[in-house]
């Protein structure tokens, strides 16, 4: 199977909630990107909002 190529976003946020976001991270054992991910993955869950399938660094599905 292919590793996804991943994507990077730059976001500003106030100080108080960075550090929300990585005593929540801390205290699930992530990263902070991987927390980030994981808050949006809950989100679009639960508002109905799809999140396609990773796709192969070839952009290929595979069979």
Do not use: W, Y
């Amino acid at each position: 199977m292919a590793a996804v190529k991943t994507e990077t976003i730059t976001v500003r946020i106030e100080p108080a909630v960075k550090a929300g976001l990585k005593a929540a991270a801390e205290q699930e054992h992530r990263s902070i990107a991987n927390m980030v991910e994981v808050l949006i993955r809950d989100h679009c869950g639960r508002h109905g909002i799809p999140i396609g399938q990773p796709t192969s660094k070839t952009g290929a599905e595979e069979k």
